[in-house]
């Protein structure tokens, strides 16, 4: 296929980071997958993500408005003129395909592939398929998808993993983080609290009040990731010897110091804890579009590498139940390390790529 591929990789995190893995190995590997350039689309509110600070390929920004309140009514007038910019733009640039990674940031690229005739590709994250997806899955060549999705979902595609930045990418495909916990010694399990760039109270709160118990104290170390946000909140309240991070650029050293990972659900931080063999404790989100998260967590407890805490108060009761389950009993968190590790790609990049265009 001669000419340019775009990935439209919009929105948050959720939507990014398995772009830019994408684009990793479009950009290495252009010449054999056959074009001539690789591009990202991404809204310009992005321009100091991490994952676009250093990217590899060209990134086009834009500025499509976000749907919803008072703007419902007057959106089609505040989309057409940077759609229209997007247009000539796109056609510039001779593209030809474009990749759909969900949000409403990828409706420009997306309906530009449509109305003139180029190849749109689609890559669902999540167990419940975005509104994109949903809305364009009949216009699509191949749809990838991360996760099987939930009953009643009837989309054509194939399951391959949610592409993972090499950055984040183990050296070592193992689970040694929990080989070394046996049972009766006292050595301690770390965990490692992750509330999203954005934060996450709850999670915050939960972990500092499951500290006031002794039992809980002795056997773990906590390290929060807490969200810039969230930061001096959290490390004013925190009483114990938890470890209190805002926000961490390379992940990787936070997933080798863990045995246990505390956090929400999206699809991103799921696909990063099971490439490291990670047991999980997930607290989704529950005002996430279409309760997606809870989906998605439903699934990885329903293949053992994780239990699921269906919440939105600061209770740390089950939180707490849960860990002193586990204290005594290491054998249940290298099985879950086993099943957690069965479920990852770490190929998933190259193998959407090569799906879709091989």
């Known amino acids: 296929m001669s000419g340019s591929v775009l990935i439209a990789a919009g929105g948050t995190g959720g939507h990014i980071s398995p772009g830019v893995a994408l684009a990793e190995v479009l950009a290495e590997k252009k010449s054999s997958f056959g074009f001539d350039e690789v591009y990202l689309h991404s809204l310009i509110r992005n321009k100091?993500?991490?994952?676009?600070?250093?990217?590899?390929?060209?990134?086009?920004?834009?500025?499509?408005?976000?749907?919803?309140?008072?703007?419902?009514?007057?959106?089609?007038?505040?989309?057409?003129?940077?759609?229209?910019?997007?247009?000539?733009?796109?056609?510039?640039?001779?593209?030809?395909?474009?990749?759909?990674?969900?949000?409403?940031?990828?409706?420009?690229?997306?309906?530009?592939?449509v109305l003139f005739r180029k190849k749109l590709y689609l890559c669902e994250q999540?167990?419940?398929?975005?509104?994109?997806?949903?809305?364009?899955?009949?216009?699509?060549?191949?749809?990838?998808?991360?996760?099987?999705?939930?009953?009643?979902?009837?989309?054509?595609?194939?399951?391959?993993?949610?592409?993972?930045?090499?950055?984040?990418?183990?050296?070592?495909?193992n689970i040694?983080?929990?080989?070394?916990?046996?049972?009766?010694?006292?050595?301690?399990?770390?965990?490692?609290?992750?509330?999203?760039?954005?934060?996450?109270?709850?999670?915050?709160?939960?972990?500092?009040?499951?500290?006031?118990?002794p039992d809980i104290a002795n056997k773990y170390k906590f390290r929060l990731l807490t969200g810039t946000s969230l930061y001096e909140e959290t490390?004013?309240?925190?009483?114990?010897?938890?470890?209190?991070?805002?926000?961490?650029?390379?992940?990787?050293?936070?997933?080798?110091?863990?045995?246990?990972?505390?956090?929400?659900?999206?699809?991103?931080?799921?696909?990063?804890?099971?490439?490291?063999?990670?047991?999980?404790?997930?607290i989704p989100y529950p005002y996430a579009a279409d309760n997606h998260q809870k989906e998605n967590a439903n699934f990885v407890e329903s293949q053992g590498a994780a239990e699921t805490i269906h919440s939105t108060s600061e209770d740390p009761t089950k939180l707490v139940q849960i860990l002193l389950r586990w204290k005594d009993h290491s054998e249940i968190l290298k099985e879950m390390g086993h099943k957690s590790l069965s479920l990852s790609n770490v190929n998933a990049a190259y193998q959407t790529a090569s799906y879709f265009f091989h």
């Open 176 to 213: 040694r983080q929990n080989e070394n916990l046996h049972e009766g010694k006292k050595n301690t399990v770390n965990v490692l609290v992750l509330g999203g760039s954005q934060g996450a109270r709850q999670l915050n709160q939960m972990i500092l009040k499951a500290m006031e118990n």
């Open 235 to 282: 490390k004013r309240k925190s009483v114990g010897n938890a470890e209190i991070i805002s926000y961490a650029n390379d992940m990787k050293p936070n997933y080798e110091w863990a045995n246990i990972v505390v956090a929400r659900s999206g699809a991103g931080v799921l696909a990063e804890c099971l490439v490291y063999g990670l047991p999980m404790i997930l």
């Open 126 to 173: 999540n167990c419940v398929p975005g509104k994109i997806t949903r809305i364009f899955s009949k216009f699509a060549e191949k749809i990838a998808l991360s996760f099987p999705l939930a009953d009643g979902y009837s989309i054509s595609g194939k399951t391959i993993g949610n592409p993972i930045r090499r950055r984040v990418i183990p050296e070592q495909l």
């Open 48 to 113: 100091d993500n991490p994952d676009l600070l250093n990217p590899p390929c060209p990134v086009l920004w834009h500025n499509v408005p976000q749907l919803g309140g008072l703007r419902t009514l007057v959106y089609p007038f505040l989309f057409l003129f940077p759609f229209i910019k997007s247009i000539f733009l796109f056609r510039k640039l001779k593209i030809e395909a474009v990749i759909g990674m969900g949000g409403y940031s990828s409706l420009p690229s997306i309906l530009y592939a």
